[in-house]
């Protein structure tokens, strides 16, 4: 990708790497990416910074005989499914994702897709996440399926409730992609 601008606005960065601009501005404010703000109280962000970013988002591309990490997200939100299934293959050439909005279709898939890591979020229409981890970890075909649970309603008791269920972390939205990316490579034990 060949960038051609001197400064990027957060709305131009979110298009390039295929996030949502709510968390370009996360980066920003945790430092993740530098930028400039003009007298209007908008971001710029100097291309330096996108540069230094880059490597960071293609992770040296792993050898082509290793197995592909199959990852499953279920999310009620659309554009979180979408947004997180653009970053991951992005961010790194041996993630294999698959996401679903419909938490009946995760059934499905959990047996057809066969993920080794399953990024769900506890409240959803239907089976909930709850019931789709319990599901998970009960069958002996799945249970080896990690998963990461993902809510915007992270009480204690949903918290505890969902490890107990067997979920391997609670992540809190808005969450951070890079972060997700980085608790999929300890789960999947991928060393750089």
Avoid at 35 to 51: D, F, N, Q
Avoid at 138 to 159: C, D, F, L, M, R
Wanted: hydrophobic share 40%.
């Amino acid at each position: 990708m060949e960038l051609t601008s001197k400064f990027y606005t957060t709305g131009e960065i979110a298009k390039i790497l295929n996030c949502s601009r709510v968390t370009v501005f996360q980066w920003i404010h945790s430092g993740k990416i530098s930028a400039i703000r003009t007298l209007g109280g908008h971001y710029r962000i100097p291309k330096e910074s996108i540069e230094k970013l880059l490597p960071s988002i293609k992770t040296k591309t792993q050898d082509e005989n290793q197995k592909k990490i199959k990852i499953l997200i279920v999310d009620d939100e659309p554009n979180i499914v979408k947004s997180l299934v653009a970053f991951l293959q992005k961010v790194n050439p041996s993630f294999d994702v698959y996401g679903t909005t419909n938490s009946f279709d995760a059934g499905m898939l959990i047996i057809t897709f066969k993920p080794d890591i399953a990024i769900i979020d506890i409240v959803l229409p239907g089976i909930d996440g709850f019931e789709i981890v319990e599901k998970i970890k009960s069958n002996p075909q799945t249970k080896h399926i990690k998963v990461i649970a993902i809510t915007g309603y992270g009480t204690k008791e949903n918290i505890e409730k969902i490890k107990k269920k067997g979920a391997s972390m609670c992540m809190l939205k808005p969450f951070d992609y890079f972060e997700i990316a980085e608790n999929i490579k300890k789960l999947a034990e991928i060393k750089e």
